[in-house]
């Protein structure tokens, strides 16, 4: 089977240590790995407020990963985030090239960099 881009980003209940959140963190990566997904970049975001309250909480723990891998995996990664009840929401999607492009990019610092300041003409 060919091998697609995905993105996958989950919140974690805002009541975990960070021990068991990093416990949370490994055990999502370590199921990508056995399932010879290959992981381009993982981005733990922190705590963040959400948008509205989940389970009676109004912030939580965002993780994300990039990763290549064929399509049969995605069913399990979701079965598994389902399963595990620190997980309050997650979100799992294919990227198209223009989406690998976008990210390749960011992750470079392209539009980190500051611009010149454009100097002015004497009149």
């Known amino acids: 089977m060919e091998l697609r881009n995905y993105e996958t980003l989950f919140v974690l209940t805002p009541v975990l240590s960070e021990e068991q ?4 963190i490994d055990k999502f990566r370590s199921f990508l790995e056995k399932k010879n997904a290959e992981i381009i970049h993982e981005d733990k975001m ?10 009676r909480k109004a912030t939580g ?13 995605i069913a399990a990664l979701e ?4 399963r595990d ?3 309050i929401r ?3 999607f294919a990227l ?8 390749e990019k960011k992750r470079s ?15």
């Not at 959140?21 to 949370?24: K, L, R």
């Not at 922190?46 to 389970?55: E, M, T, V």
């Not at 079965?79 to 389902?82: I, K, L």
């Not at 198209?96 to 990210?103: L, M, P, R």
Request: hydrophobic content about 35%; aromatic content about 16%.
């Open 46 to 55: 922190g705590l963040k407020k959400l948008a509205y309250p989940i389970q």
């Open 61 to 73: 723990f965002y993780q994300l990963f990039q990763f290549k891998a064929t399509p049969d995996i």
């Open 21 to 24: 959140i990093q416990e949370a």
């Open 79 to 82: 079965t598994e985030y389902r």
């Open 85 to 87: 009840e620190r997980i």
């Open 109 to 123: 610092g392209v539009w980190d960099k500051k611009d010149e300041p454009k100097k002015e003409k004497a009149a």
């Open 96 to 103: 198209d090239k223009h989406a690998v492009e976008y990210n």
């Open 90 to 92: 997650f979100l799992t």
